[in-house]
Every structure is written in C-alpha cells, then in structure tokens.
C-alpha cells in the first residue's frame, strides 16, 4: 500500500515568518501534486511536478520534488493570513488516480 | 460554469438508512472519483472511474456503491449506512492522464446516528 506522510501536521506561525511543509514515501511516484484547501471548500490545484529533483515557484511558494521521487517540499517565504489552510499532497498511484497524504493544517497570524 | 456539483451538502441519516449522493461535473472530463476525507487521514479514495462505463475500487470501497450514469454523473449510494461513515464525501473529476489536475467539488458532509 502507498502511503503519503506529512510533516508537520499542524502549524501556526505569525505573518513574515517562513515555512516548509513535507510529504514523504517510501514508493516511488511518477508525479506529484499540491493543492490547498479552505474550509468547506473541496482541495485546488497548486502545482504538479513530474520530474525527479523539479523545482517550481508560484508567487512565494516553492514545491521541489525530490530526486529520487519519493518525496516533496514546500517552501512557503514571508507567509501571509491568505495562506491559511490545509495543504495536501497527492501521488500518482495509477495511471487514473492519486494517493494523497495526510494533510498540514497551517494557521499563519496577522 | 459550475464545475463539479454536488448534492446534498450536508445530510443527516440513522444507522441502518440508505442514501445516494449525487455528483455532476460540465468540464467534459473522462475520469471521475469519490473521496472520504476524515480528521488527519486526509483524502481516500473510495471509487473511481476512469471513462464512462467503467467503475473501480479505490482504498476504502466497503460499504459503497457507486455509478456512472453517463459522462457528465457519477453517484455514490450508501446501501446501509454505519457510524463509521460518519465523513465529509467529496467528488472529483479530471482528464484521463495522471498528471491532469482534479477539480473537486465543495463536499457532502454526512453524519450518521
């Protein structure tokens, strides 16, 4: 079974400061996503990385995934309130559907 | 446009009662999914399909049933409802390759007594 761990599992830091959230395997994914959920709201799409050691950067986020492809980061610099929300990651398990990981529920403070 | 729809939104039932939630997804997409998502175990996939007419287990399909009506519809039936499924569902949908983003909808949140 693939199972997708992230780290930490709940954060709350004041605005200005920065962040990385993990998610870790022992399998080994042909992609990766990233979304962001807001309460009550169903997870968006931050980003997909394909290749092994691919780093991307959306606005202050920055997603690696790493370069055996079993694990990913993301780096989120000067977080924001706005950044608030559960984070997930989700692994290719199949050609048709995605394994994703347990969540970080980050909290940033104004 | 509306995406992926869902309906109910929310729904209460007792131990033992049936229901169908509903999902209708208008972005043409092939594949479609139903998820549970608990506290702190994220999203599991219960069924999935990937084109019309086809239907898949997922990690967690005990106690579910699901269908695909056409391309647009995909429904997921709780024959008799337990505790344990007690969750929020979600639906998506996305085009068939893995790398394709899913479009989720806003979520059932189902409780039972």
């Known amino acids: 079974t693939q199972l997708l761990e992230q780290s930490p599992q709940f954060l709350s830091i004041q605005e200005g400061e920065n962040l990385t959230v993990y998610c870790n395997s022992s399998s080994v994914f042909s992609s990766l996503q990233w979304y962001r959920q807001e309460p009550g709201e169903g997870p968006v799409l931050l980003v997909t990385?394909?290749?092994?050691?691919e780093v991307k950067k959306l606005k202050r986020l920055t997603f690696q995934f790493g370069d055996a492809r079993k694990d990913s980061s993301l780096h989120i610099t000067a977080a924001q309130p706005g950044d608030t929300g559960l984070y997930l990651c989700?692994?290719?398990?199949?050609?048709?559907?995605?394994?994703f990981g347990t969540g970080t529920r980050l909290k940033v403070l104004a | 446009n509306a995406g992926v729809t869902q309906t109910p939104k929310f729904q209460v039932l007792k131990t033992g009662q049936s229901m169908t939630l509903q999902c209708a997804q208008d972005m043409n997409h092939n594949s479609m999914y139903w998820y549970r998502q608990d506290p702190g175990m994220g999203l599991r996939l219960i069924y999935y399909?990937?084109?019309?007419?086809?239907?898949d287990k997922g990690e967690v399909p005990n106690g579910y049933n699901v269908s695909r009506l056409n391309k647009r519809e995909f429904s997921l039936r709780l024959e008799s409802a337990a505790p344990s499924q007690t969750s929020v569902y979600f639906c998506?949908?996305?085009?068939?390759?893995?790398?394709?983003?899913?479009?989720f909808g806003d979520g059932t949140r189902l409780s039972i007594l």
């Open positions: 989700a692994g290719a398990g199949g050609t048709y559907k995605y394994i």
């Open positions: 998506a949908s996305s085009n068939i390759h893995s790398n394709q983003p899913q479009h």
């Open positions: 990385v394909v290749t092994g050691g």
């Open positions: 399909s990937a084109s019309e007419g086809t239907t």
